[in-house]
């Protein structure tokens, strides 16, 4: 058995792994089988000049879950479309209180290109190289960062279906296939939000702050250099360079860990990079 075999079914086990942990106990829930990204299967001579890369995966079908808009996190109501130039997202306010994000698996790239370049042989070519991406990462870095003890929000691999109580957002995110986990933030009305935390801040909100309150620092103790290295190795165990996502961490101050947001962890975390 050659090596990339072996590593497609370690991640399919993985994948079944989080498929069990996440298994919702309502027994309504509905299940689909998918392909990631069939438009990624490639004969021998087109992986010789474009690549093999992870196109098995891409191909190989996905039994998951069918996102229930009426019952996950007491029902999801779609408020904004996010995501940056290549991954589509959409956010949902859960009746639970919480905030979710969904982030599609597969991405286009054809915003980064040219008006004169899209819809041409460059823009297919773009695309077809997001074969070099893992379809389930999420489900890899979230191991290692447990490895590593640093707080994360574990994302559960689902369908979102062609539903009407997506509204506006239907017609570009029904039937999509991504991932959903709870967006870190705090909570209303000065209650513990995400994780049990009492602030969570982005990067830029950190630094903005600590700039105007020049008498409040960050304990070095808590935010060690070798956390910033704990940080940095996931990234590059899966082949993250772009340094600036940097500032998409989320720093909170929790007073305890909600089991419901992270069942895996348990104690108090003075300060922790999400």
Request: charged share 25%.
């Amino acid at each position: 058995m050659n090596p990339s075999s072996i590593i497609k079914i370690m991640l399919l086990v993985l994948f079944g792994m989080f498929y069990s942990a996440f298994a919702q106990t309502d027994t309504t829930a509905k299940y689909i089988t998918v392909v990631p990204g069939a438009e990624y299967e490639a004969g021998w001579l087109h992986e010789v000049f474009f690549g093999s890369h992870w196109r098995d995966l891409w191909t190989t079908p996905l039994k998951v879950e069918i996102l229930n808009l009426n019952n996950f996190a007491g029902g999801l109501t779609p408020v904004k479309r996010g995501g940056g130039k290549q991954t589509k997202s959409l956010r949902f306010k859960g009746e639970d209180g919480h905030l979710w994000k969904f982030r599609s698996v597969n991405k286009d790239p054809s915003s980064i290109l040219p008006l004169g370049l899209r819809e041409t042989i460059a823009d297919d070519i773009v695309q077809d190289q997001i074969s070099t991406s893992n379809p389930l990462a999420p489900l890899v870095v979230f191991s290692l960062l447990d490895a590593v003890n640093l707080l994360e929000a574990q994302a559960k691999l689902v369908y979102l279906p062609n539903d009407e109580k997506l509204g506006e957002f239907r017609e570009e995110f029904g039937g999509m296939l991504g991932f959903i986990e709870l967006h870190p933030d705090e909570g209303a009305d000065d209650e513990p939000g995400f994780a049990g935390a009492i602030d969570v801040k982005g990067t830029y909100k950190l630094l903005n702050y600590l700039e105007k309150k020049r008498s409040e620092k960050i304990n070095a103790q808590q935010l060690k250099e070798r956390d910033h290295h704990i940080l940095r190795m996931p990234d590059l165990y899966h082949e993250e360079w772009d340094t600036s996502h940097l500032f998409h961490l989320h720093y909170t101050l929790p007073i305890s860990i909600d089991p419901y947001a992270c069942p895996n962890r348990q104690g108090e975390y003075p300060l922790t990079l999400l």
